[in-house]
């Protein structure tokens, strides 16, 4: 049973930061490119970061650029976005996605003061 289980979303102040998680399992991570993708209510969906199988290419939003790192452990199936300086625009759930197939449930990340 193909899983992707996200973890890490909560409230946090403005300038704070997050670390998501996203287990994945029932399937080969490690042969997966995998994104991150938000959507806040209201809006549609849009993407946030790539980062390929094997974890040496990445790229990012423009809106997020600079602020957030995804990274992965294909030892422990898991990909990651580590989100600094965060905003309250950045407020939306959060979903990890294995290309081009399989996406988690979502985490909330809330940013208000």
């Known amino acids: 049973q193909v899983q992707l289980v996200e973890s890490g979303g909560g409230l946090v102040q403005p300038g704070g930061s997050l670390r998501l998680s996203c287990a994945a399992s029932g399937f080969i991570f490690s042969n997966y490119a995998m994104r991150w993708y938000r959507q806040a209510p209201g809006k549609e969906r849009e993407f946030v970061a790539h980062i390929s199988w094997s974890g040496g290419s990445t790229n990012y939003a423009d809106s997020v650029k600079g602020r957030f790192t995804i990274s992965r452990d294909n030892a422990k199936n898991t990909v990651f976005l580590q989100m600094n300086s965060l905003k309250p625009e950045d407020t939306a759930v959060y979903y990890c996605?294995?290309?081009?197939?399989?996406w988690g449930q979502g985490t909330q990340v809330t940013v208000s003061s």
């Open positions: 996605y294995a290309l081009s197939r399989y």
